[in-house]
């Protein structure tokens, strides 16, 4: 059974820095994976989606890595803002059944 | 297009009672998926729909019911609610299943048991 982490929980920086959030899964055989954003009391939205076959994807200030064979991705965010403040999720999909991180709370204090 | 949509935003029930929680999509996606999320762990797949006419279960499926008669539709049914089912539900859909499958979420349907 695939089961996904997110290190860490919470995490609070200051305007500015440059930060790392991390995902790993246990079952290597994915499709892809995809990280969202969630806004408290809102839907997800998707940042960025990484296939199989793919070791990075680059959305302006957000680049996500894929190790598939250590089961770990990463998401970086470049010059934090205060506007970046929000959970973020991972998510693997093992042929359709798609299994979802708890989340990384962000917060970029001004 | 209005992408995903959910209706109601906001439900109450009481333990026993039946609803049915909408779910549309205007992007002529093929697949279609409900997740609900508790706090603290993140989404869970209920059931999942790769095209009209056909569904499966996810990770938690039991106590819900699924169907998919047109593409744009896929309604999840509650057919005897029990506090256990207390969650924000979301609805997503994505233009085909498979290694490109971005998912695109409605706004999420509150539901509370009491």
């Known amino acids: 059974k695939q089961e996904v982490t997110q290190i860490p929980a919470a995490l609070s920086v200051p305007e500015g820095e440059n930060l790392v959030l991390n995902c790993s899964f246990t079952d290597s055989a994915i499709y892809n994976l995809q990280w969202f954003r969630q806004d408290p009391g809102k839907g997800l939205t998707s940042l960025l989606l990484?296939?199989?076959?793919?070791r990075e994807q680059t959305s302006g200030r957000l680049n996500a890595s894929l190790d598939k064979s250590s089961g770990r991705s990463t998401l970086y965010i470049a010059a934090s803002q205060p506007g970046d403040s929000a959970t973020y999720l991972c998510?693997?999909?093992?042929?359709?059944?798609?299994?979802f991180g708890a989340g990384t709370r962000l917060t970029v204090k001004p | 297009n209005a992408g995903v949509t959910q209706t109601p935003k906001f439900q109450v029930l009481k333990t026993g009672q039946s609803m049915t929680l909408q779910c549309a999509q205007d992007m002529n996606h093929e697949y279609m998926s409900w997740y609900r999320q508790d706090p603290g762990m993140g989404l869970r797949l209920i059931h999942y729909s790769v095209g009209a006419g056909i569904t499966d279960q996810g990770e938690v499926p039991n106590g819900y019911n699924v169907s998919r008669s047109t593409t744009e539709d896929f309604p999840l049914r509650l057919l005897s609610a029990a506090p256990s089912q207390t969650s924000v539900y979301f609805c997503a859909s994505s233009l085909l299943a498979g290694i490109d499958n971005e998912q695109f979420f409605g706004p999420g349907t509150r539901l509370t048991v009491l």
């Open positions: 998510a693997v999909d093992n042929n359709n059944d798609m299994r």
């Open positions: 990484i296939q199989s076959s793919q």
